[in-house]
C-alpha cells in the first residue's frame, strides 16, 4: 500500500486546514487508518485513528474536540478536518495504514503497531 498525503499549509490561529491521504496498491483488503504527526526534536505522535469500518475513531485528548477523521466511500482517501488550529499543532503531518482493521487505545498510539506510512505534509500555525 502506497500513501501520499497533501493539504498542509500555513494558517494563522484559529484556522483550519483539512488534510487528505490518498491510499494506492493492495487498496481491497482492509486497513486501519491513521494521522500521525511530529515537530523537531519531538517524537512521532498519534493524532487519530478510523477503524477499516468506519464505525470506530480514536483521537489525541488534545485534538479530539477540533480534529475529525474521516474517509470517502471508496475507503481509498482518508481526511483529517482541522479546527481551531494553534502553534503546538504545527508539525509535520503523517498518515498510516495498519492491517490492524479496528482501533484502539490500547495499540493505535503506537507507531511501530502501522505498517504503512505516507511522506508527510508539512502544518504550521502561526500566532
Known amino acids: 500500500v502506497q500513501l501520499q498525503a497533501s493539504g498542509g499549509g500555513s494558517v494563522q490561529a484559529g484556522g483550519s486546514l483539512r488534510l487528505s491521504c490518498v491510499a494506492s496498491g493492495r487498496t481491497s483488503s482492509p486497513y486501519a487508518m491513521g494521522w500521525f504527526r511530529q515537530s523537531p526534536g519531538k517524537e512521532r505522535e498519534f493524532v487519530a485513528a478510523l477503524s477499516w469500518t468506519g464505525g470506530s475513531t480514536d483521537y489525541l485528548d488534545s485534538v479530539r474536540d477540533r480534529f475529525t477523521i474521516s474517509r470517502d466511500n471508496a475507503a481509498t482517501t482518508v481526511f483529517l478536518q482541522m479546527n481551531r488550529l494553534n502553534p503546538e499543532d504545527t508539525a509535520v503531518y503523517y498518515c498510516?495504514?495498519?492491517?490492524?482493521?479496528?482501533?484502539?487505545?490500547?495499540?493505535?498510539?503506537?507507531?511501530?503497531?502501522?505498517?504503512?506510512w505516507g511522506q508527510g505534509t508539512q502544518v504550521t500555525v502561526s500566532s
Open positions: 498510516a495504514a495498519s492491517k490492524r482493521v479496528g482501533v484502539s487505545r490500547f495499540w493505535d498510539k503506537d507507531p511501530d503497531k502501522w505498517d504503512y
